[in-house]
């Protein structure tokens, strides 16, 4: 199928690309990756009258990290440049998890985190990810600029908080307090489909006792959008490491799950896979914890 007709926009500024939604109100559309919208438009499911394509603004296809230890991605980072990330290897494990296993190659190489945050879809990886790390969404509009924890920003199944003529230039993940470890794990039917079940941890410890400082878990395909398992990283919370910590917090996240059965699983067997990525991954950390932890003891020359 064909798009229905609409306007073509491509701003070369951001305030042009703001001032361009402002007029289309509530029938426009801000085009990134395009790897969402485009496939949209194409079925008619989305019949915006004017695309403003933001590809032509200067300064969005960043990724850094701040002084402090603030992790900010810009607009037009694409998937790929995270799956390639040194700095995402070194200090953000969840992310650097998720990033080779969004969709496919020919999709990372187009879409954006921050097109996916703004998408909702309830399958989409990048919103569990965030969510488990505590990230929000920075957008700015005709009256400045505002920071929305993703928490809130994502309403529902493709909805987001953003007002109209608002764009999300950045997304940010607030810096570790603590020894930060984690991961992502998907069930897909194939490779570049959408999660069957997507599980994302995130954990920050205290180097010196072990004791998880804070914990995110968030959960993907599970339910009519991404859940954050709360419940489940209050039982991590203050407490080192131990079978009967990861027991726990599997067993609360698979209760936060809230699956259909179709033709990709039955419900309880989603549930399931819920509860063995969280034991996995936590299981994963802890290994991890205890090999720095004995590098960290260890006196230079000795084996740790």
């Given at each position: 199928m064909y798009p229905s007709r609409f306007r073509y926009e491509a701003p070369h500024s951001l305030a042009e690309a703001i001032g361009l939604l402002h007029d289309g109100g509530d029938y426009a559309k801000v085009l990134a990756g395009?790897?969402?919208?485009?496939?949209?438009?194409?079925?008619?499911?989305?019949?915006?009258?004017?695309?403003?394509?933001?590809?032509?603004?200067?300064?969005?296809?960043?990724?850094r990290q701040d002084p402090d230890g603030t992790l900010r991605i810009g607009a037009l980072c694409r998937h790929a440049d995270l799956e390639s990330s040194d700095l995402l290897k070194v200090t953000q494990p969840t992310m650097a998890a998720a990033a080779p296993v969004i969709a496919d190659p020919i999709v990372r190489n187009r879409g954006t985190l921050v097109g996916s945050l703004c998408h909702a879809d309830p399958q989409g990886d990048w919103a569990s990810v965030?969510?488990?790390?505590?990230?929000?969404?920075?957008?700015?509009?005709?009256?400045?600029?505002?920071?929305?924890?993703?928490?809130d920003f994502v309403l529902g199944p493709f909805e987001n908080a953003l007002e109209p003529d608002e764009i999300a230039v950045e997304a940010i993940i607030p810096p570790a307090k603590g020894v930060r470890a984690g991961g992502y794990?998907?069930?897909?039917?194939?490779?570049?489909?959408?999660?069957?079940?997507?599980?994302?941890v995130s954990i920050e410890t205290d180097a010196a006792t072990g004791t998880v400082?804070?914990?995110?878990?968030?959960?993907?395909?599970?339910?009519?959008?991404?859940?954050?398992?709360?419940?489940?990283?209050?039982?991590?919370?203050?407490?080192?490491?131990?079978?009967?910590?990861?027991?726990?917090?599997?067993?609360?996240?698979?209760?936060?799950?809230?699956?259909?059965?179709?033709?990709?699983?039955?419900?309880?067997?989603k549930r399931h896979m819920v509860r063995t990525f969280v034991e996995r991954i936590l299981t994963r950390a802890d290994h991890q914890d205890h090999q720095d932890h004995q590098d960290h003891q260890a006196e230079p020359g000795e084996a740790a």
């Open positions: 395009g790897q969402s919208l485009v496939p949209l438009m194409k079925l008619r499911f989305a019949s915006p009258e004017l695309v403003v394509d933001i590809n032509n603004l200067p300064g969005l296809d960043y990724h965030v969510l488990s790390l505590s990230g929000s969404v920075l957008a700015q509009g005709p009256a400045g600029r505002r920071t929305i924890p993703l928490a794990l998907k069930l897909e039917r194939r490779v570049g489909d959408f999660a069957t079940v997507g599980v994302a400082t804070r914990a995110g878990i968030a959960l993907t395909g599970v339910g009519g959008s991404t859940i954050a398992a709360t419940a489940a990283a209050q039982a991590l919370a203050g407490r080192p490491l131990t079978p009967d910590t990861i027991t726990q917090a599997a067993s609360l996240a698979a209760e936060a799950a809230k699956p259909r059965t179709d033709h990709r699983g039955s419900a309880d067997y």
